[in-house]
DNA sequence: GGTAGACCTGGACGC
DNA sequence: GCGTCCAGGTCTACC
């Protein structure tokens, strides 16, 4: 009785960090951590998560004393000893904890703007699966649109931990499921084909994710295979390639416009200022190897945390929703033609 | 190769 | 409060 009960409690991880890895600047770097099943509770600085293990759905919230000392985790429920090295694989993919000091070093010899405040870790999804479906859900709708596509999601299509959080879908649940289905309870529009064909294209097996994620694969051969993909446009697949860790690429979209014409201060046409955006990133590196993604995203990043404040200061229910482009308008703008230097 | 229009939803805006 | 317009990236048809 007494081994049951002990069996039973919930399980406690302690999950060892790179030295300089800081948990509210590292898990509040991108913002898939404003979408479920992810969150942060600003007044405790805790990252949470429901994760699809092996037997179920699992809550974990997760909390750091100082930086670079290990993680603690809380889970809901007492897990095997198979899906706490399944939770600890998914939190090192969502926290890139993988990126040791020295590839942020590397970072940060090629852009030191960055350097001080330590920034190049960006946070990302538990599989390749949700990044890429993640992806989809983020594109032709605005922001608060994709919270709430990815809350549903979760909500109606995945699994339910003990205390009443749910997981992102795994590609089986959602290849299950139909459409229309889809479209009608989970409000993804023209994207529930495509997100149900990706999920069967998982689910059979048809998508070699370890050949995908290996960084030895050639950027290209990642690129040309994605572009292949339902729903997987140029946005979207260079996108997925930075969530991949392939940093060469930018997926430039309406926002890269208006950082362009609002930070960057590029005059001309959208066409001339994503030509303009791109030339500008090129100093970081494109291509295989590049680092232009990061050096881009920070300065997004950055421009976001001017108008609303530290990220780790936002929460998901208020300053999460109001990343829309209406109100990223700047109140005066003073574009100029030239590159800025 | 380049361009136009449809796809769908929610927010913004005008009345 | 209601109706209309617009933003958003992908896909397809067409030139």
Known sequence: MAQRAAQ?????????????????????SYGYFLLDPYDWDPS???????????????????????????????????????????ARSMIARILRLDESVDDIAEFHAVDDRWRFSGRGRLMRSATLFEDMAKTITSCNVQWPGTIDMNAALCARVGSESPSGRFAFPTPEQ???????????????????????????????????????????????????FLLELPGIGPYAAHNIMQLMGRYGFLPLDTESVRHGKQVLRFDGTDREVLKLVSEHYERFGVGQGGQAFRSYWLDLWMSYETSRGPAHTWDKRTTGRTFTASKLKPAAPRPRSRRSS
């Open 44 to 86: 405790s600085s805790t990252f949470s998560a429901a994760l699809a293990l092996e037997d179920g759905a699992a809550y974990i919230a997760l909390r750091q004393s100082r930086v670079g000392m290990h993680l603690t985790g809380s889970c809901d429920r007492s897990l095997s000893r198979r899906e706490v090295a399944q």
């Open 174 to 224: 959602l290849a299950r499921k139909k459409a229309t289905w889809l479209r009608s309870r989970c409000r993804v529009g023209y994207r529930d084909q495509r997100l149900v064909d990706l999920a069967k294209l998982f689910h059979k097996g048809e998508i070699d994710v370890e050949w995908l994620e290996d960084l030895d694969t050639p950027d290209d051969e990642v690129r040309r």
């Open 8 to 28: 039973a409690r919930p399980t406690r991880l302690r999950i060892a960090v790179p030295a300089d890895f800081d948990l509210a600047r590292d898990a509040c």
